[in-house]
């Protein structure tokens, strides 16, 4: 569930626990406004990257006061985690989510790969925040790269599951080493991104495809 849902149906339980609060009243007023807020800065840093998000530039946007934006985070670092949170749960409801209903093993490791390769193309234009906040906070340790390096990690281990299910499944040889084809599929959009976003290669989702295809041929059963 992402953190505007969540937010949304907080929302909900407190008007119906007492709906004529003024307090309460305040305090819907003050959660939708930071639902708002998160919403405008993701949408701010696919344009301009994390390093890029402030809370002047929010606040811009929001057409509120600084100080308005402020005092519903603290920080900009508290900003740009709350955005990092929510790509991540966005991501995980369009890649992953839709692949839990599917049998383990390769059906649910190929819409999984389906659904990622989709996703980044549809990100050509505006960029994953992963990748470009990879580049952004590599070399700059602090709250913000750990939370986007936990975000990543987070999403990496469940593809590493995805492969390890299709080996125990028998789908893929029992002796391969699930890190390594986890690594060769999170190459493959990598190389994806990179060259339909800054080099303008054609057919880079057929290229990928057809990069997933040979991995599953090399470690699969035949």
């Given at each position: 569930?992402?953190?505007?849902?969540?937010?949304?149906?907080?929302?909900?339980?407190?008007?119906?626990?007492?709906?004529?609060s003024s307090a309460?009243?305040?305090?819907?007023?003050?959660q939708q406004t930071?639902?708002?807020?998160?919403?405008?800065?993701?949408?701010?840093?696919?344009?301009?990257?994390?390093?890029?998000?402030?809370?002047?530039?929010?606040?811009?946007?929001?057409?509120?006061?600084?100080?308005?934006?402020?005092?519903?985070?603290?920080?900009?670092?508290?900003?740009?985690?709350?955005?990092?949170?929510?790509?991540?749960?966005?991501?995980?409801?369009?890649?992953?989510?839709?692949?839990?209903?599917?049998?383990?093993?390769?059906?649910?490791?190929?819409?999984?790969?389906?659904?990622w390769m989709k996703?980044?193309?549809?990100?050509?234009?505006?960029?994953?925040?992963?990748?470009?906040?990879?580049?952004?906070?590599?070399?700059?340790?602090?709250?913000?790269?750990?939370?986007?390096?936990?975000?990543?990690?987070?999403?990496?281990?469940?593809?590493?599951?995805?492969?390890?299910?299709?080996?125990?499944?028998?789908?893929?040889?029992?002796?391969?080493?699930?890190?390594?084809?986890?690594?060769?599929?999170?190459?493959?959009?990598?190389?994806?991104?990179?060259?339909?976003?800054?080099?303008?290669?054609?057919?880079?989702?057929?290229?990928?495809?057809?990069?997933?295809?040979?991995?599953?041929?090399?470690?699969?059963?035949?």
């Amino acid at each position: 569930m992402t953190l505007l849902k969540e937010n949304r149906l907080q929302l909900v339980e407190n008007t119906v626990k007492s709906p004529n609060s003024s307090a309460t009243r305040l305090l819907l007023k003050g959660q939708q406004t930071k639902v708002a807020i998160v919403d405008a800065a993701l949408g701010l840093a696919a344009q301009i990257g994390l390093e890029g998000l402030s809370i002047g530039a929010v606040a811009e946007v929001m057409k509120m006061s600084k100080s308005g934006v402020f005092a519903h985070f603290g920080s900009r670092e508290e900003l740009q985690i709350s955005v990092i949170r929510e790509y991540h749960q966005r991501f995980e409801k369009d890649v992953f989510f839709p692949v839990m209903h599917l049998p383990r093993g390769l059906p649910r490791l190929k819409a999984l790969f389906d659904n990622w390769m989709k996703r980044t193309t549809i990100e050509i234009d505006s960029g994953c925040l992963y990748i470009s906040g990879a580049a952004e906070f590599d070399d700059r340790p602090g709250p913000v790269q750990d939370a986007l390096a936990s975000s990543i990690k987070t999403w990496l281990q469940a593809v590493h599951r995805c492969v390890m299910q299709a080996k125990e499944q028998g789908h893929l040889k029992s002796d391969i080493d699930a890190k390594q084809m986890s690594f060769e599929i999170h190459g493959l959009i990598l190389a994806l991104h990179f060259e339909a976003r800054l080099l303008k290669t054609d057919k880079t989702s057929t290229r990928a495809q057809v990069g997933f295809d040979h991995i599953l041929q090399r470690y699969g059963q035949h």
